[in-house]
């Protein structure tokens, strides 16, 4: 029996190594103010605690692969409402956004050539620069530019012309 | 004897299964056609709303876990919470809160502020009058969902209630150590529950969605709790950005 278990256990585990060297989980670094951490143990949920940092360098690269019907907004009244248009690319508020892949994308991207003009992401590559010109806000991040502005209720940032 | 005794009960068995089998199957499609909604259940929602109309100033908390499926069908459970402070009929501050992000929404009556605290930017809109009219032009032109919007929407017109395909009443049950009524209903393509204490102050106790469009049926569950004598003050409704916090814009939907 036991033989069983860990041989049922060591492919899932493998691929979970493997995963893990693919993945770079920018966005929850920053989010929640740097990786690490994790170990300490959760809060009951009321929502405070933000010293509590979760870890997701071990997160599985498949877990973010996520189908486009899968959205069930939490709000009876929206998603019973045939006049409401429930779009698969608007998220409810409790959206539990993996931003991973995403991540992992810019990064090739910026690495290859620099970021298309106009397109959003939801992450920012590594080593950026905060500057204020004229009053608004921009993330430099070595030749790119980004401009941080709320969707939805997310903030994202979308790839700009350098403003100077 | 004992022998014959059964036989006979097993040829009596025999010959009535088919008499039971023939009265049977017309009587569930007439009750299916007749009743499928219960005016019962359609009453108790109305009389949630309108009592959830009535509540001046409350705090409530709604613990959710929602589901999403993945390309091959696996789903994955993910937790989030919310706590809303509303002053009607026009102040509310909601804080949202997951393991990926925490997020506040605060609305004084003339304006909605977002504030991402981690990454310290917000951002500000000109906002409605009133609560019910905010959320909804917040979700019209920026695409913001504001949690427990049903809150805001249970006893006024617009609240979907005459759509409703299937309503029942499943029974009572104990949330949280309080008797709540058990209600679930079809519309379209989701089938939902609700759970309202029962007695003088109809309340949501618990609501579940289960999204059938999808065969893998992925479902939110929310559990609230209310405090209708909160003691928050007045200037949680005000947004006083952090000295470091900086502005960001809120981009339209209609930004291309």
Not at chain 1, 44 to 69: E, I, M
Not at chain 2, 27 to 42: E, L, M
Not at chain 2, 204 to 222: G, H, Y
Request: with cysteine.
């Amino acid at each position: 029996m036991k033989t069983t278990v860990s041989k049922l256990l060591i492919a899932p585990l493998g691929a979970l190594l493997l995963a893990s060297f693919l993945i770079v989980p920018i966005a929850d670094a920053k989010e929640r103010g740097g990786g690490g951490g994790g170990g300490g143990a959760r809060k009951a949920a009321s929502g405070g605690d933000r010293n509590v940092k979760v870890n997701n360098s071990k997160t599985d690269v498949r877990s973010t692969k996520v189908r486009n019907t899968s959205v069930n907004n939490v709000n009876v009244s929206k998603n019973t409402n045939v006049n409401v248009n429930i779009d698969n690319d608007r998220r409810g508020w409790d959206d539990d956004y993996h931003p991973i892949a995403t991540a992992a994308a810019v990064t090739a991207t910026v690495a290859v050539t620099s970021a298309v003009i106009g397109s959003m992401v939801r992450t920012l590559p590594p080593s950026c620069v905060a500057v204020n010109h004229g009053g608004v806000i921009y993330q430099q991040c070595g030749s790119s530019w980004y401009q941080p502005q709320y969707v939805g209720s997310n903030v994202q940032y979308v790839v700009i012309a350098p403003p100077y | 004897m004992l022998q014959n005794k059964l036989a006979l009960g097993l040829l009596a068995l025999a010959l009535a299964a088919p008499l039971a089998q023939a009265q049977t199957p017309p009587a569930p499609a007439a009750k299916a056609g007749a009743s499928a909604v219960d005016p019962a259940s359609i009453q108790a929602l109305k009389d949630m709303g309108a009592y959830l109309q009535t509540l001046r100033r409350f705090e409530v908390t709604a613990q959710v876990t929602g589901e999403k499926v993945l390309e091959d069908g696996q789903k994955l459970q993910h937790d989030s919470s919310a706590t809303l402070q509303v002053q009607r009929p026009n102040k509310l501050k909601a804080k949202m809160s997951s393991s990926r992000s925490e997020r506040e929404l605060i609305y004084d009556g003339k304006k909605a502020t977002l504030y991402t605290p981690a990454l310290k930017y917000f951002g500000s809109a000109d906002a409605p009058d009133n609560i019910g009219a905010m959320v909804k032009e917040l979700e019209a032109k920026f695409g913001i969902d504001v949690p427990l919007t049903d809150l805001f929407i249970w006893g006024t017109p617009q609240a979907p209630i005459d759509k409703i395909e299937s309503a029942m009443n499943a029974g009572q049950e104990l949330i949280a150590g309080a008797a709540c009524d058990h209600h679930a209903f079809r519309q379209g393509r989701f089938d939902w529950q609700i759970w309202i204490t029962a007695g003088d102050k109809p309340l949501p106790c618990k609501i579940v969605i289960t999204n059938r469009a999808d065969e893998a049926r992925p479902q939110s569950v929310t559990l609230l709790s209310w405090n209708l004598k909160p003691a928050f003050k007045d200037s949680v409704f005000q947004f006083v950005a952090p000295k470091d916090a900086q502005p960001i814009k809120i981009r339209p939907l209609d930004a291309k």
